[in-house]
């Protein structure tokens, strides 16, 4: 990912034009990494994320929603002490390395005025979030704390001076005329010449530039002073590459090929790109244990049906033991005490072929066959319990593809409610409360989203939300849907009547929300909530259903963006 100087340019001039003289109303801390800052702007609410995540830092507007802690952490609740409320002076970049500085300004407790500033360093593993007193020039405190031990030229604690991260003996490109650009160059041009002098500037740009290798190197420097000139006349191109490789930047570079993406602002294009990327770290974090548990019980269940077809082929003998038995009862009279084998007439056979039954010599010729017809009856009881239990663990597998599909799927706030659905279903050991601690039976939440007519359409995320949706949630006549015999979610269009249009969004968001995610011309079945039972004793999320149609559809991420960005805009609930 190409998050450079030059991105960080584009975007802080972004935020500047479209955040100064706004005032930050509310600061939420949704996880460790995440500020969510609502700042009231030219007229309009803007949400600012922060992130110092190791591998989704970044800074940016969002539509995307967050879900916060009940107990705000302690950088949370300092921030609000010091900015909310605060007005928002300036929005610039450091150099044109990857940091950007709010400049905020408010009031103390007596009145008097007061400016800090809220750094974002962007640095992989080493991005921090810092609120700094700007007269003092102090640290008031760092989202990451960094003592002496760990770096030696810069501690970011409470109370220290704020030190800039090492300079790299690099230049702005920003700040220099076309004729010091090509004086920092040397004579010849070689890749990784541009990296090497000028301040944020990324490989995969500078890779772009080389892209013909006959150019000449007054080519190349032209067409980089081209590009520095873009960014200073706000005139870029923000462009998301959908190739082998996800990547993205503010120009249209040559090494971008196919299945390109314009985006209108480098701000829209983060909020794109990196949209649930880290909420699925997040959730991958702090589902790793349930996914171990859940494969784990799975490779069991395979396991114990390969044993059981096994014995099933053992069994499967059964009517040879009861053919011996009878035709040993038939020639009783052939038999004498002490006989190790007897010649038979096979009467089951065509040609009535003599064959030789083996005997116990300890055993009289009635005791011999009545241990033929135990050992039949043996196997024949066998037989049934085995092919039960083969469509139980069958049955348990399709469970458990589905929940380990659910969680590769879920929400932050989704994970708990499975981990509470497997703690019922005795996967989990249910963990010890303090004494008098009463946890509050909370509803399951669906995602909601909305068709292009404001129709709201919810989908179940996971079992306990998928039973609350269809079997308590729902009214007899909404519309219900789900993919044809593919583990999936439980998808209900709230209100009568729906249009085609909305018939299909729902059938594309239960593809999507689906084991098919990734199929094409994939089978949704839909009827009534009034046609869906769920069976008696059956597990979390099954039901069956009948009077149902079949929609066919190919599920498409822009699209089910789309219903997701509309849900954000207020529609009334039906």
């Not at 944020?200 to 190197?217: H, R």
């Amino acid at each position: 990912m190409a998050f450079d100087g030059i991105v960080t340019r584009v975007l802080a001039d972004e935020l500047d034009e479209a955040l100064t003289s706004g005032r930050i109303m509310k600061i939420y801390q949704p996880t460790e990494t995440e500020l969510i800052l609502t700042i009231r702007a030219k007229g309009k609410n803007h949400q600012l994320l922060l992130s110092s995540h190791p591998v989704y830092a970044r800074m940016h507007l969002t539509n995307d929603r967050y879900t916060n802690p009940t107990e705000p952490p302690m950088f949370c609740m300092l921030l609000r002490k010091h900015i909310a409320g605060s007005f928002i002076e300036s929005v610039h970049q450091h150099e044109n390395e990857r940091m950007i500085k709010i400049n905020v300004r408010g009031k103390n407790e007596i009145g008097d005025d007061i400016k800090k500033q809220l750094i974002v360093e962007i640095m992989g593993k080493h991005s921090n979030i810092l609120l700094i007193d700007e007269e003092k020039g102090h640290i008031l405190d760092a989202i990451k704390h960094v003592s002496p031990n760990q770096n030696r030229h810069r501690t970011l604690l409470p109370g220290q001076p704020y030190i800039y991260p090492p300079e790299q003996d690099k230049v702005n490109p920003f700040i220099l005329s076309e004729t010091e650009i090509k004086a920092q160059l040397p004579e010849k041009i070689e890749p990784m010449a541009f990296v090497s002098t000028f301040m944020g500037v990324s490989p995969m740009f500078e890779q772009s530039l080389f892209i013909d290798e006959d150019a000449a190197d007054a080519a190349i420097i032209s067409q980089f002073i081209t590009y520095i000139q873009c960014v200073k006349s706000k005139t870029v191109d923000p462009v998301i590459h959908h190739g082998k490789k996800e990547d993205f930047y503010v120009f249209d570079l040559a090494t971008f090929t196919s299945e390109k993406e314009h985006i209108a602002s480098v701000n829209a294009l983060l909020d794109i790109f990196y949209s649930d990327k880290a909420d699925r770290d997040l959730v991958k974090q702090k589902a790793s244990d349930l996914i171990r548990i859940l494969k784990n019980e799975r490779d069991k269940n395979v396991r114990k049906i390969k044993k059981q077809q096994q014995s099933l082929q053992k069994a499967d003998r059964a009517e040879y033991f009861q053919r011996q038995g009878e035709l040993l009862t038939a020639h009783l009279h052939l038999v004498n005490q002490g006989d190790t084998t007897v010649n038979v007439v096979d009467y089951y056979d065509e040609n009535q072929a003599s064959i030789a039954i083996e005997l116990n010599p300890n055993k009289t010729p009635s005791e011999n066959a009545q241990a033929f017809y135990k050992t039949y009856q043996k196997l024949k009881t066998s037989k049934e319990k085995l092919a039960k239990e083969i469509r139980k663990a069958n049955k348990d597998i399709a469970y458990l593809d589905q929940l380990i599909e659910q969680v590769e799927k879920a929400r932050v706030e989704d994970i708990e409610e499975i981990r509470e659905e497997l703690v019922e279903e005795g996967y989990l050991k249910k963990k010890s409360t303090k004494k008098n601690h009463k946890k509050k039976n909370k509803k399951p939440t669906p995602d909601q989203f909305y068709a292009p007519d404001g129709t709201p359409i919810l989908v179940g995320k996971n079992n306990k939300q998928n039973e609350y949706l269809t079997m308590k949630l729902a009214h007899r006549r909404d519309l219900w849907f789900h993919t044809k015999d593919i583990p999936g979610s439980h998808v209900v269009i709230r209100g009568e009547n729906p249009t085609e249009e909305t018939i299909l969004a729902a059938a594309k968001l239960a593809a999507y929300f689906s084991k098919a995610q990734q199929s094409s011309s994939v089978p949704v079945d839909y009827t009534e909530i009034r046609h869906v039972k769920k069976p008696n004793g059956a597990k979390p999320g099954f039901v069956t259903y009948d009077h149902q149609q079949t929609a066919f559809v190919t599920p498409v991420k822009k699209e089910i963006d789309q219903l997701k960005q509309q849900a954000h805009t207020p529609h009334s609930e039906q």
